[in-house]
């Protein structure tokens, strides 16, 4: 389903937007929320599903709720 095939790759991606709206590097984002460097950088890859305390401590540290991410990245996918 849509859910389970699309929203974790949106999910990433959209993380990944809004962290390089922000001005913010990886490096950055690793020490604000105290989550690795490499643990980061493999999310938008789906190599490593993004965990429910990594998301809503990465949405902190962009200045967004969850509920915002999560809604941004659901508008990431196609309506089919």
């Known amino acids: 389903g849509i859910y389970t095939d699309q929203l974790p790759q949106a999910v990433a991606d959209q993380l990944r937007a809004e962290r390089a709206a922000k001005g913010l590097l990886v490096k950055d984002l690793a020490r604000i929320t105290g989550i690795s460097v490499n ?29 915002t991410i999560l809604g941004r990245a659901m508008e990431r996918i196609p309506k089919g």
Do not use: H, K, V, W
Request: hydrophobic share 35%; charged share 15%.
């Open 39 to 67: 643990t980061i950088s493999r999310y938008p890859n789906q190599s490593s599903p993004i965990p429910m305390d990594a998301f809503a401590a990465m949405c902190e540290a962009l200045g967004e709720t969850p509920s």
